[in-house]
């Protein structure tokens, strides 16, 4: 009798255990586009970032349950849709579905058109908050895929040492393994706070976590 592919058994498990993420069921159940929401929620709640008011930049956004977050955060009754205190815009790539009150642009922000529809939607205003969710295609070559997530990383600061108020915040996305030293010291060099969070709904196979940089240091 003929065994099946190992590949079909790996699929299978991987979403045996993602109908079954509690992550997964409460994004559904609270109407988020993704189970992402929740590790943006947890590092928040920690650290208090997310204000009425404030002016959020969201990038690498698609599907946008980090700017479905921000945009109950900044709503007077933490609704979904409605009044929102505060300025929302997201940033990717790829098209992303519409979000009540924010604002999304397509195209990569390293080209001089997008950066200036960008600066553009800013209005002439600094962020308060960075958020970036950006992750690259993965190629399974270890140095490869750290000089490209470490790409991300040095792209999204520079974007907030730009785009971002001196006491503002930056959350990114990166992973533990070659370069996660550098990037580490990077975030030191350029914020005065530095945290470096796992939130619970990062799955504990996943080598992501999530650094935090609050107060740009002078340069």
Same mark, same amino acid.
């Given at each position: 009798m003929k065994?099946?592919p190992k590949?079909?058994k790996?699929?299978?498990?991987?979403?045996?255990?993602h109908?079954?993420? /509690? &992550?997964?069921?409460l994004?559904?159940?609270?109407? &988020?586009r !993704?189970?992402a929401a929740y590790k943006l929620?947890?590092?928040d709640?920690?650290l208090?970032?997310v204000?009425p008011?404030q002016l959020?930049?969201?990038l690498?956004?698609?599907p946008?349950?980090?700017?479905?977050?921000?945009?109950r955060r900044?709503s007077p009754?933490?609704a !979904?849709?409605?009044?929102?205190?505060?300025t929302? *815009?997201?940033?990717?790539?790829? /098209?992303?579905?519409p *979000?009540?009150?924010?604002?999304?642009?397509?195209g990569d922000?390293r080209?001089?058109?997008?950066?200036a529809q960008?600066e553009?939607a800013? !209005?002439g205003?600094l962020a308060?908050?960075?958020?970036s969710d950006m992750?690259?295609n993965l190629?399974?070559?270890a140095s490869?895929?750290?000089a490209r *997530?470490?790409h991300?990383?040095? =792209?999204a600061?520079?974007?907030a040492?730009?785009?971002?108020? /001196?006491?503002? !915040?930056l959350?990114?996305?990166?992973?533990?393994g070659?370069? &996660?030293a550098e =990037?580490?010291?990077?975030?030191?060099q350029?914020?005065?706070?530095?945290?470096?969070?796992k /939130?619970?709904?990062?799955r504990d196979?996943s080598?992501?976590?999530?650094?935090?940089g609050i107060?740009l240091?002078?340069?």
């Amino acid at each position: 009798m003929k065994s099946k592919p190992k590949s079909s058994k790996v699929n299978r498990a991987w979403l045996y255990d993602h109908l079954n993420d /509690p &992550y997964v069921k409460l994004a559904n159940k609270e109407g &988020y586009r !993704a189970r992402a929401a929740y590790k943006l929620k947890e590092i928040d709640e920690a650290l208090g970032l997310v204000r009425p008011g404030q002016l959020v930049v969201d990038l690498g956004s698609t599907p946008g349950a980090w700017s479905q977050y921000v945009r109950r955060r900044l709503s007077p009754s933490g609704a !979904a849709t409605g009044e929102v205190d505060g300025t929302i *815009i997201a940033l990717d790539i790829l /098209p992303m579905e519409p *979000i009540d009150g924010v604002t999304f642009l397509q195209g990569d922000f390293r080209e001089a058109e997008v950066l200036a529809q960008l600066e553009q939607a800013m !209005a002439g205003r600094l962020a308060d908050v960075v958020v970036s969710d950006m992750a690259p295609n993965l190629s399974g070559i270890a140095s490869a895929d750290a000089a490209r *997530i470490s790409h991300l990383i040095e =792209l999204a600061i520079d974007f907030a040492r730009h785009h971002m108020k /001196p006491e503002g !915040a930056l959350v990114a996305k990166l992973f533990h393994g070659s370069g &996660y030293a550098e =990037l580490t010291q990077l975030f030191k060099q350029n914020f005065r706070v530095v945290k470096s969070i796992k /939130p619970k709904a990062s799955r504990d196979r996943s080598s992501e976590t999530f650094m935090v940089g609050i107060g740009l240091k002078s340069s």
